[in-house]
Nanobody, 114 residues
Framework: VQLQASGGGLVQPGGSLRLSCTAS????????AAWFRRVPGKEREFLAG???????DYADSVKGRFTISRDIAKKTVYLQMNSLKPEDTAVYYC?????????WGQGTLVTVSS
């Protein structure tokens, strides 16, 4: 099983980006998924999660700005990020549940700067 994350890039403050995380291999299309980010020198931060039934959860730091969603048919999970701030600059990672453990994507860099 592999996760391919994409959609990162450079965006101005106040802008939006949508990250995608597509799974390949034998993974349930409704497997729980989550997005994290890491800033150099800091701990990895949970941002948003979605479980099999579709219930979502968000960190306070992104609630109201970020939205996690999924396309079951495409085995893809998205993170829509709006009203981006310079402090959102980080490498973003997706993670999916897999047989009692987790599999991680490779990370995609988001830079918020004018």
């Amino acid at each position: 099983v592999q996760l391919q994350a994409s959609g990162g890039g450079l965006v101005q403050p106040g802008g939006s980006l949508r990250l995608s995380c597509t799974a390949s291999g034998t993974i349930s299309s409704t497997a729980a998924a989550a997005w994290f980010r890491r800033v150099p020198g800091k701990e990895r931060e949970f941002l948003a999660g979605i479980v099999g039934g579709g219930t979502t959860d968000y960190a306070d730091s992104v609630k109201g700005r970020f939205t996690i969603s999924r396309d079951i048919a495409k085995k893809t999970v998205y993170l829509q990020m709006n009203s981006l701030k310079p402090e959102d600059t980080a490498v973003y990672y997706c993670r999916r549940a897999y047989y009692g453990s987790y599999v991680w994507g490779q990370g995609t860099l988001v830079t918020v700067s004018s």
